[in-house]
């Protein structure tokens, strides 16, 4: 494998183009067990070789999961039929959404992220000097990115739904998976309206989500399918909205999210419960081990790898080699707050369902993220006190 030292030697041009494969291969070599490696393997090459999510053209992704049908119908878990009556009386429009408020993404009045999210004095020591406006246009690029990705996650999320309804054996999960589809249209609806509307800039699908979306629509086990997309994906991404809602000088945006946490508040609760028992009780000991390293790989790989390259594509190609504007990223200070403040919300749920045993514990440790092992569940907090939280931190 190319070595950091001989891509150092290389014309900018060529190592431009060589270096995402590099950084795919580097990516696969860093995944450290190799079960995780063999079922992530397929989907890598799919994402990061072949770029599949950026080909200007639909994809197709066959699924793999069982239908279980019930015919007796039985009210077979309060939890979630519970979870099913407060999501019908939750419903709201996306067309409710205050959509008459003007959004400027560059009015530094009324920021989309604020000002200081990006370290503009690192950059200028690298020689790259920005003027006020492009700055305030860099950071509303960045912002767009966000925003797409967070859409992206949301049409995996709304097919994710719909397969996990299909494949759940309790029947009350089934009325409840219902709603959540119904949820992530909605949630699909809003932020491509926001995107197209008031940002007009909608970026492709990040190569890494992608990864993690095509293995799960895949996957045939129902469990693997609901502890990443209902937990890992949803989990991190109720962090990210909570933590954009909380950053966001935009009111509209703001509405938006704040609507969008509360949905995503019953999807998460609904992943825990689902999954708690199951893990304790019907999983032998080495399938709960085999998921407890796929739920940290994939942690990992998601708090290391969004690193906004298609951003760096549209400004610095030409300027930054990947390797600095990576650098350049994770030292910001905005995006090294959501990178904590995502695994708030995921690493308690982790814990209630049996995924941070005695054993992963230290690698949780080593990566920084065993801070939040305390804090409280998906099945301890609302929507409601979530948003009261995030208002009065
Ligand atoms: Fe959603
Ligand atoms: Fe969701």
């Known amino acids: 494998?190319?070595?950091d030292k001989v891509l150092d030697n290389l014309p900018h041009e060529i190592r431009r183009r060589i270096e995402p494969y590099v950084e795919a291969v580097q990516l696969m070599t860093a995944t450290k067990n190799a079960k995780v490696l063999k079922s992530m393997a397929p989907s890598g090459v799919r994402g990061l070789i072949l770029q599949r999510g950026k080909q200007g053209v639909p994809t197709k992704m066959p699924s793999n999961h069982e239908v279980y049908f019930d015919w007796t119908y039985p009210n077979d878990q309060p939890e979630m039929r519970e979870l099913y009556t407060r999501a019908k009386e939750q419903q709201w429009n996306g067309d409710d959404l205050p959509w008459h408020i003007d959004v400027d993404p560059e009015?530094?009045?009324k920021p989309i992220i604020p000002r200081h999210?990006?370290?503009?004095?690192a950059l200028r020591g690298k020689g790259i000097k920005l003027t006020d406006l492009e700055e305030r246009r860099l950071n509303s690029s960045v912002a767009s990115w966000m925003l797409s990705q967070f859409l992206h996650g949301e049409q995996g999320a709304l097919f994710a739904a719909a397969q996990v309804?299909?494949?759940v054996q309790f029947f009350d999960g089934k009325l409840y998976g219902a709603t959540q589809v119904v949820?992530?249209?909605r949630h699909v609806e809003v932020f491509h309206r926001y995107l197209?509307?008031?940002?007009?800039?909608?970026?492709q699908i990040n190569d890494n989500l992608f990864v993690i979306i095509d293995a799960l629509i895949q996957d045939s086990r129902w469990d693997v399918k609901f502890l990443g997309m209902q937990i890992m994906v949803e989990g991190l991404a109720l962090g990210a909205f909570g933590t954009l809602y909380q950053m966001?000088?935009?009111p509209m945006l703001k509405q938006l999210l704040k609507m969008v946490i509360q949905d995503e508040a019953r999807h998460v609760h609904y992943g825990v419960i689902a999954l708690r028992d199951h893990f304790r009780q019907e999983l032998s000991d080495r399938e709960r081990r085999e998921r407890e390293d796929w739920a940290f790989e994939v942690a990992l790989l998601m708090r290391n790898r969004f690193l906004s390259f298609e951003v760096y594509e549209e400004w610095f190609e030409h300027k930054l080699t990947r390797k600095?504007?990576?650098?350049?990223?994770?030292?910001s200070p905005g995006f090294a707050i959501f990178r904590q403040v995502m695994f708030k919300r995921l690493v308690p749920n982790l814990r209630e369902i049996g995924l941070l045993s005695d054993r992963i514990r230290p690698h949780y440790e080593r990566a920084g993220l065993m801070q939040y092992a305390d804090g409280a569940s998906a099945t301890q907090l609302s929507g409601d006190q979530m948003i009261a939280e995030l208002d009065a931190a």
């Open 1 to 3: 494998m190319l070595s």
């Open 107 to 109: 009015n530094p009045e």
């Open 117 to 121: 999210f990006m370290d503009y004095d």
């Open 165 to 167: 309804t299909e494949a």
């Open 183 to 185: 949820d992530e249209g």
């Open 196 to 203: 197209d509307s008031k940002m007009n800039k909608l970026y």
């Open 248 to 250: 966001t000088g935009e």
């Open 324 to 331: 600095e504007w990576a650098q350049f990223v994770t030292d």
